[in-house]
């Protein structure tokens, strides 16, 4: 729906943090507001807040998806040992024909159902409101289950989400999508993986090489950065996907 790893930590130091956050996400370029290239985590950690910045750019031959995309950017807080809220402050679509056009705000919350461990793989739940500022598009809902399975160094993720408009003539229908991520980490700092994404309803599938990783930074902040180069492996998705995404967290 357009308007539709997560992890970093803010305090004295977070101006030039974000600085350089800023600066490496506007090397994206033309980037639609969408949520559909993330893989989110079921974990939650009491009482730290975040600040994110991620967006996306599409490069293909076809007029309808070359250098257009999104960016956003996001605050969060954790408030309980099992609920987070995250709120969208802005969602921006950007192409050549549109420029940069305010798609809308988005409300997130992210619920941990169980201990770490407790289960065979670690589960949660995303609800999302997502409020359009676009003529003709629908606020709308998204939800479902998320899930983290850890063995040893190697870390996958699975989300599998539903999305429903308000009203309009989809009101009946619900859109579903599925996100994959696998890691091995080297160090906390230097994670290669993959991630593959599945989006029936738009009849794209993509899959490509990722990096993530962490820095600590001292007295609880931390910098997580993640970047992914998606392929299409069929005619309804974009042949390339560029994808990157920085968040500081903090108590």
Known sequence: MIIASKGFRASGRSGGALVGLAILLGTIGQVWADDDFIVYSPHVVDGQSEIEMRGFTYSDARPAFNQTGAFEVSVAHTFTSWWKVEY????????????????G????????????????????????????TIQGIPDGAEFGPLFEKQVGRVLQRLNVLWDKSFWGPQMGRYGFRTAYSAGYAITSTIVPGFEAYDRPIDHAHQIGPAFSGELHLGHGDELEYSTALLYGVNYGAPDKTLVMRMEYEFF
């Open 88 to 103: 969208y402050a802005g969602e921006y679509n950007q192409g050549p024909t549109i420029g940069t056009q305010f798609a």
């Open 105 to 132: 705000q988005e409300l997130e919350n992210t619920f941990q159902l169980a201990d770490a461990g407790e289960y065979w793989a670690d589960p949660g739940f995303l609800v999302s409101y997502i409020h359009s």
